[in-house]
C-alpha cells in the first residue's frame, strides 16, 4: 500500500496546482492538471476497497461503480483537454465517486485503521463532490466554484489522512519478514 499511499500524495499536489492554475485564469494548464488529479484518483478509488465496511456487499458494488465511475473520468477529462467534449458531462461520474467516498466512510465510520476523523474528512468530501456536481448539472457556476474551492480543501485533508493510513497498511509477505508459514491439510 506504500504505492497507493505515494499516489494519495500525488493526487494532493495535483489537485491544489489544479486549484492554483484555476485562481490565476491558467484555464488550460487547469485541465491537464485535472487530468493528472483524476488518474492519480484511481489508486485512491480502489485502495478506498481496503475500507473496512458495515456492509461489505452494498459498499462492494459501490467501490466497483465508484471505480469505473474514475475511469469514465479520466476519459472525459482527457476528451476535455483535447478540446473534443465540452459541457456538464463530468458531473455524472463525478457524483459516483463522491457516493463512492460516501459510502466508505459512512458505513465503515472509526473502523481500524481509519480514524474517525479521516471518516469525517471522507464523508465531507463526498459532499464536496457532490455539491460539485449537482452545482455544474444546475448551471450555476458560481455555486460551483465555491463547491469546488470547498470540495478542494476538503479532499486535500481527507486524502492527506488517507494517504497516511495507507502507508500504514503495508502488507509484508512471510518471506518478508522472516516468519516460514506451514501449511498442513
Do not use: K
Not at 476497497?49 to 471505480?67: E, K, N, Q, T, Y
Not at 483537454?81 to 465510520?109: E, K
Not at 459532499?127 to 452545482?135: C, D, E, F, K, M
Amino acid at each position: 500500500m506504500r504505492w497507493t499511499s505515494a499516489f494519495t500524495f500525488l493526487s494532493i499536489v495535483a489537485l491544489l496546482a489544479a486549484v492554483s492554475s484555476q485562481l490565476l485564469g491558467w484555464t488550460e494548464v487547469r485541465g491537464w492538471f485535472l487530468l493528472a488529479w483524476a488518474v492519480l484518483l484511481l489508486p485512491v478509488a480502489i485502495g478506498l476497497l481496503s475500507h473496512p465496511m458495515r456492509d461489505a456487499a452494498w459498499g462492494l458494488f459501490i467501490g466497483f461503480l465508484g471505480v469505473v465511475a474514475v475511469l469514465l473520468v479520466i476519459v472525459l477529462q482527457a476528451l476535455a483537454v483535447a478540446n473534443v467534449l465540452s459541457g456538464p458531462w463530468i458531473a455524472y461520474p463525478l457524483a459516483v465517486v463522491g457516493a463512492w467516498i460516501l459510502v466508505a466512510s459512512g458505513f465503515g465510520f472509526g473502523a481500524a485503521p481509519f480514524s474517525a476523523m479521516v471518516d469525517v474528512l471522507g464523508l465531507l468530501t463526498a459532499v464536496g463532490l457532490l455539491a460539485i456536481a449537482a452545482a455544474t448539472l444546475a448551471g450555476a457556476a458560481d455555486l460551483a466554484r465555491a463547491a469546488g474551492a470547498a470540495g478542494a480543501v476538503a479532499y486535500c485533508l481527507w486524502a492527506a489522512g488517507l494517504g497516511w493510513v495507507f502507508w500504514g497498511l503495508q502488507r509484508q509477505s512471510p518471506a518478508f519478514n522472516g516468519v516460514v508459514v506451514e501449511r498442513r491439510l
